[in-house]
Each structure stands twice: as C-alpha cells, then as structure tokens.
C-alpha cells in the first residue's frame, strides 16, 4: 500500500489521464489497447482513473503502443512558473546511512516535487546518540543553517563548529562529515547544489 505522500506525488504526474488521451487520439478502445499490451481492460481502466499506478515494465508496454518514450509521462508541462509546496506532514524522514541502527542524521526533504531542481534542500536531525557521518562528497556546494544545538562540520580535514544560528557555506566536491556535539539533539537546514 503506498503511503499518501507517496500517492500525491504520483497522481501529479497525471499518468492515467495521459494514457486516456493517448488512447483517444488513436481512437482505441480498452479491449482495443488490451490487445496489444498484453494487459487485462480493467486493469488499463484502474490505471486511466488513477485508481492503481502502473509499474515501469507495464507503463513502457502501453508507451511502447503509442511510439513514445516513458518520459512523455514524466515531462512536467513548462508552461507555468515552478511552484513545490511541501506540507510538513507530506515528508518522509529517511536515515543516513540507510539500515542502520543509529544513523548518523535523519534527513526529510523540503523540494521532492520541483523536478529539474538546480539545488536540494533537506531538514535535517542529528540525535543525541547518532555516531558521526561518514566522510562524503557530492555536487559542488552544500549551505548549513543551524536552528537548534551544536553542529561540528569538517570540510577536506578542517572543523568548524556551528551554533544555533551560525551558517556555513562550503565546496561539497571534496570529502565532509558532521558531528553533533553537546548534550543536546541538534537541526538543521541544508541545501546542497550539483
């Protein structure tokens, strides 16, 4: 069962409505379009009504009938201002590293909607008994605002220690960790660019 976020974001993209369009412009019926992609009426009739999200194997089969690529899914219409809005209930807090006990931090996602994004920007947790991360490095730059405790960060082998309300702006392409110090969990804000 796919979570609400999960399905929000989905049902963005308009993927049924799409396949409905594509279906009518070739004057297909569902037993028609069933026909060729293998695929049972009822189930192509869920999916046009976004009442079930077709698989990637499933969703090439019909793009496959009407000769466009799976991107034509996917392609977010230009025409209108980028606008994301992300509610706080709608993030997912993930761990990183993933499957680990005690995570170095929790992470959530403050833009997943806005596609082509020249930047990411995630809240970020660092518990009172998370261990420090592992050395990492991506993209080329990485902002960090500090909104609650002490954040000890180390860019290519130098510390700097971050307070509630200190910024650290830094080049991400070399090897970084955080540690958080001090009897309390600290937060913050980062946002990171390729």
Request: aromatic share 8%; no cysteine.
């Given at each position: 069962?796919?979570?609400?976020?999960l399905s929000n974001?989905?049902?963005?993209?308009?993927?049924?409505?799409?396949?409905?369009?594509?279906?009518?412009?070739?004057?297909?019926?569902?037993?028609?379009?069933?026909?060729?992609?293998?695929?049972?009426?009822?189930?192509?009739?869920?999916?046009?009504?976004?009442?079930?999200?077709?698989?990637?194997?499933?969703?090439?089969?019909?793009?496959?009938?009407?000769?466009?690529?799976?991107?034509?899914?996917?392609?977010?219409?230009?025409?209108?201002?980028?606008?994301?809005?992300?509610?706080?209930?709608?993030?997912?807090?993930?761990?990183?590293?993933?499957?680990?006990?005690?995570?170095?931090?929790?992470?959530?996602?403050?833009?997943?909607?806005?596609?082509?994004?020249?930047?990411?920007?995630?809240?970020?947790?660092?518990?009172?008994?998370?261990?420090?991360?592992?050395?990492?490095?991506?993209?080329?730059?990485?902002?960090?605002?500090?909104?609650?405790?002490?954040?000890?960060?180390?860019?290519?082998g130098k510390e700097?220690?971050?307070?509630?309300?200190?910024?650290?702006?830094?080049?991400?392409?070399?090897?970084?960790?955080?540690?958080?110090?001090?009897?309390?969990?600290?937060?913050?804000?980062?946002?990171?660019?390729?």
């Amino acid at each position: 069962m796919l979570s609400d976020t999960l399905s929000n974001e989905l049902q963005r993209y308009a993927i049924g409505p799409r396949i409905k369009a594509l279906r009518l412009r070739k004057k297909l019926g569902l037993v028609q379009l069933a026909g060729h992609t293998g695929l049972s009426p009822a189930m192509l009739s869920k999916i046009e009504r976004g009442q079930m999200f077709p698989t990637l194997p499933t969703l090439l089969r019909i793009a496959m009938v009407f000769g466009v690529g799976l991107d034509h899914f996917f392609n977010v219409d230009k025409e209108e201002p980028l606008i994301a809005v992300v509610r706080k209930r709608q993030r997912l807090k993930l761990p990183s590293p993933p499957g680990e006990k005690t995570p170095a931090f929790l992470f959530e996602s403050l833009d997943y909607p806005a596609s082509d994004r020249r930047m990411e920007s995630f809240y970020a947790e660092f518990p009172v008994d998370a261990p420090p991360s592992e050395p990492h490095q991506h993209g080329s730059a990485e902002f960090i605002y500090v909104l609650n405790g002490r954040l000890i960060v180390n860019v290519d082998g130098k510390e700097a220690a971050l307070d509630t309300g200190d910024a650290m702006y830094f080049d991400s392409s070399v090897p970084h960790s955080y540690r958080r110090e001090g009897k309390e969990m600290s937060t913050a804000i980062v946002v990171t660019s390729s």
